[in-house]
Structures are given as structure tokens and as C-alpha cells.
């Protein structure tokens, strides 16, 4: 493999994506970097995107397992560097062995680890702290420090001088405290890219701060040390199966609403073959001319329930062609948008597709949230009854009605309660549950099957 580091925190909120997105703009202006983020996050993704002008990708080793993981990386660090934010504290993960963590991901990547520490109000006790992450697991190789937040020049050499002293880490700069830096948050995380304005002013001045006080070289020289990552037999083998038509056109939702999708697996459906048509529900009036098949993500469909409810045009539009028998995958928002309506938690109700009898309510806590695994108790348009698969919820929504069709069952892993989703109708199924189509090229196949079917049936109409 080539270059690559991993950028971590402390804890969360400690600024390891303040610094990630900092340094991906940054380099960015002299080097190809790919970005990746650890975890199931799509908004940091976007984020990536926006300051570096490449395609992020997750790296999950629950969604994804430890080799399905290793060979997303190997396919994907194409450029002058690979640089992966890391999730939560470096440790934190799934369970108590830290399962899923920034450190096993590193571990499974053999990537050098930048920690960046909330240095606000601290002296030498950053010291303890490096030295504490450094010797808590010695197969994590923690590279370097950035520090953030921190009250000056003069601050900034007491901290590294007693960082390095004392642990023998060098300290590659540091971010100074301006709340000017601070990135909005929302009940599902930071408020995404596409709602966000002012953001290049914001992003320039952070890229200011990484020019005048971060040690790139010293980065780059980090990355260079990378491990070696044997990825062959692992690499997914796409072009087993192949649409070879480009008649196959999947519109995908895509827009300040529904913009919720892992890029590795809308690439899984282009490498098989099919043409990824986007479009919006909240501004366009019709579906796109030509497809067969339809692919809606998550989102936050609430928070623009009014608009999208008045554009009866395009709510017809998709009920119409889901009757007629499209093949249609439907996440979260993406669901909550083919429902009935949507129930703001005033009890303001805005009319939705209603392909489901079902009300999508919005409730002040979450209802399901983190990993998930499924069962498949019926056949659908991604997959036979009895595969099993794993994937993530997080949502603050709860449906409302009855529904007969449903064909998941899912479960938190290890918990014992059980729950009803996979909601089914006709060739559409909606579902609460996101998933990697990269760890489930054969759900993909499934649905370019069914999307095949579909194009025949309309040729002979």
C-alpha cells in the first residue's frame, strides 16, 4: 500500500475532525488524498468531500468484517496519501475489547496514528495522557500528537516540549481555540454539508491555522511508514456478474434531503454494470425518464417535510412507478418519505408518497440506535428468506399503523429483543436498516435481477 495515517481523538469532541477536515483541505492542495472515515458516519464523509473534492469511504469492520474491510482500503488509496478519521476515542468501540474501534482498525490497516488532544486548560498532564494511549496497547503505533484548542505560542511549547520528553512522541503542531472553527451539530450529528453555509469561509481559516502551525512534512514522513497490507484473495469480484446494458438506469435520491449513502456501495451497482441516475425529490417533478430500479436514502426528510410534501408532482410520480412494479430500495429517510405522511412532534402531519399505510412519527428520543443485524423471513427484491445481514439504525422516528408485509427481523447484537421492519409492497422494500451493498454484492446482483426483469416487462408493454 502506499502512504497513509489515521487521525485520532482522545475522547469525542477532543477535534479530530476539525483537524482530519483541516488537514484534507490542506494537503489536498498539493496531493491526491483519499479520504476515509472509520465507522458508519455518512455526514463526516460529505465533509471529506467537500474540503478535498474526492469520495470518502467508511470503514466498518462490523458492516463490513476485518477482509472485506482490508480490500475496500487496498481498492480504494489510490492517490499521493490515504488519510482515515478515526471514530469516537481511539479505544472506544462496539464492546469492551473495543471492537470496531479506531485502534483495531489501525491495527487491521497497519496505520501510523496521529492522536489529537483537547489541550484547553492542560500543562503536563498532556504528558500522562500521551504517554497513558501510547502504552495501552503497544501494537497501536501512535506516531504523533497535534493539539488542539490550545491558548497560544507559548502554551503550545510548553506542551510539546513536555510531551516529547517525556514520552518520546513528537508533537506535529497545533490548533489554537477560536470558536469561529466550531462546526453546528444536529440530533444525528454534525448539521450535513449541504445545509451548511459560509463553510469555504470557515474551512480557509482552519486551513490558515494548519498551514502556520502543522508540521505536513512531518505528516507525510509519518504516512510514509504505513504497513504492508497483503489484500489478494480478498478483493470482492464484481465483474462475475454484470448487467453489460446500459438500459439498467437506477435513479438515485440525491439532494439537501436524502444524501445518506456509503460510497463504496453505490460503486458495487456501477461496477456490475448499471448507470447511477441522480435526481431530487425536493426540487425535480418526475422521476428520470428510462429507469428500472430506484434507490432512496436516508436523510433528514423532517426538517424539509413542508417542501417536499407541496411537490405533489413528483410524490405521484414515485407512487405511481412503485405500483407499476419498479424495483425500489427505501432507508430510512428514504422509508419515512414513502409513508403516509410525516408527524412533526408538534403533531403536524405533511402528506408523503404513501406507498405504506403507515405514519412516520418524530419522537424526542431515539428510537433504534447503532449496529443492528437482520434476518430475512421472506423473500424480497435485495434478498431470499433466511440471509442474514448487518447493518445500523439511527433514527429519531418511529412508524405508526399496520403493516402485514414485513420481511426483517432484527435484533442489537447480543440483546435478546427482536423487532419488526423490512417493509414490503410489491418490488419496493423500505426498511429502517442501512447497510454496505460492498459487504453484500449478491443483494446488489439481486436487485440489478429484478431491475432486468423489470426493463423486459416494460419492453413488451
Known amino acids: 500500500m502506499g502512504k497513509g495515517v489515521m487521525i485520532a481523538g482522545t475522547h469525542s469532541g477532543s477535534g479530530k475532525t476539525t483537524v482530519g477536515l483541516g488537514l484534507l483541505g490542506a494537503l489536498s492542495k498539493k496531493y491526491t488524498v483519499t479520504p476515509f472515515k472509520v465507522g458508519p458516519d455518512y455526514i463526516d464523509t460529505a465533509y471529506h468531500k467537500f474540503v478535498c473534492g474526492r469520495v470518502s469511504y467508511n470503514l466498518d469492520v462490523f458492516m463490513l468484517g476485518e477482509e472485506r474491510l482490508k480490500a475496500l482500503y487496498g481498492l480504494k488509496s489510490d492517490g499521493d496519501i490515504a488519510l482515515v478519521e478515526g471514530v469516537m476515542g481511539l479505544f472506544d468501540g462496539l464492546d469492551t475489547q473495543g471492537f470496531g474501534s479506531s485502534a483495531h482498525v489501525a491495527k487491521i490497516l497497519n496505520l501510523p496514528v496521529i492522536l489529537v488532544i483537547d489541550a484547553s486548560g492542560m500543562a503536563r498532564s498532556a504528558s500522562a495522557m500521551v504517554g497513558g494511549f501510547r502504552d495501552f496497547d503497544r501494537e497501536v503505533n501512535i506516531a504523533g500528537v497535534i493539539l488542539n484548542k490550545v491558548g497560544g505560542q507559548k502554551h503550545y511549547e510548553l506542551l510539546k516540549q513536555s510531551i516529547e520528553r ?38 480557509h481559516r482552519l486551513y ?38 446500459e438500459a439498467v438506469k437506477i435513479a438515485v435520491a440525491m439532494d439537501e434531503v436524502f444524501n445518506f449513502y456509503y460510497q463504496s456501495g453505490l460503486e458495487v451497482f456501477r461496477d456490475m454494470g448499471a448507470k447511477l441516475v441522480p435526481f431530487s425529490p425536493l426540487h425535480d417533478i418526475a422521476l428520470p425518464d428510462g429507469i428500472s430500479g430506484l434507490y432512496l ?114 435484533s442489537k447484537p447480543g440483546k435478546p429483543e427482536k423487532w419488526r421492519c423490512g417493509y414490503r409492497f410489491k418490488n419496493c422494500l423500505a426498511t429502517y436498516v442501512h447497510i454496505d451493498f460492498f459487504a453484500y454484492p449478491n443483494l446488489a446482483e439481486n436487485f440489478l435481477r429484478k431491475c432486468l426483469e423489470f426493463l423486459k416487462r416494460s419492453e413488451f408493454k
Not at 428520543?365 to 447493518?391: C, D, I, M, P, W
Open 166 to 203: 517525556d514520552t518520546g512522541v513528537p508533537v506535529f503542531g497545533f490548533i489554537p481555540g477560536d470558536p469561529e472553527l466550531c462546526l453546528p451539530e444536529r440530533h444525528l450529528g454534525l448539521v450535513p454539508v449541504y445545509e451548511m453555509e459560509g463553510l469555504k469561509k470557515k474551512f
Open 297 to 410: 436514502g436516508g436523510g433528514f426528510p423532517e426538517m424539509f417535510a413542508g417542501q417536499l410534501s407541496r411537490n405533489l408532482p413528483m410524490l405521484e410520480s414515485i407512487k405511481n412507478s412503485i405500483e407499476s412494479g419498479l424495483p425500489t430500495y427505501a432507508e430510512c429517510g428514504g422509508f419515512m418519505y414513502l409513508s403516509r405522511c410525516i408527524r412533526d412532534q408538534e403533531g403536524k402531519s405533511y402528506p408523503m408518497a404513501g406507498v405504506y399505510d403507515i405514519e412516520a412519527v418524530m419522537t424526542r428520543r431515539l428510537q433504534h440506535f447503532g449496529y443492528v443485524e437482520a434476518e430475512v423471513t421472506s423473500e424480497n427484491v435485495l434478498a431470499e428468506k433466511g440471509f442474514k445481514l448487518r447493518g445500523h439504525e439511527f433514527h429519531h422516528s418511529e412508524m405508526v399503523g399496520f403493516f402485514e408485509n414485513t420481511c426483517y427481523l432484527v
Open 208 to 245: 490558515s491555522y494548519i498551514e502556520r502551525y502543522i508540521d505536513l512534512d512531518g505528516i507525510l514522513r509519518t504516512a510514509e511508514k504505513a504497513g504492508s497490507l497483503d489484500i489478494k484473495g480478498q478483493v470482492p469480484a464484481f465483474a462475475d456478474f454484470c448487467v453489460n446494458n
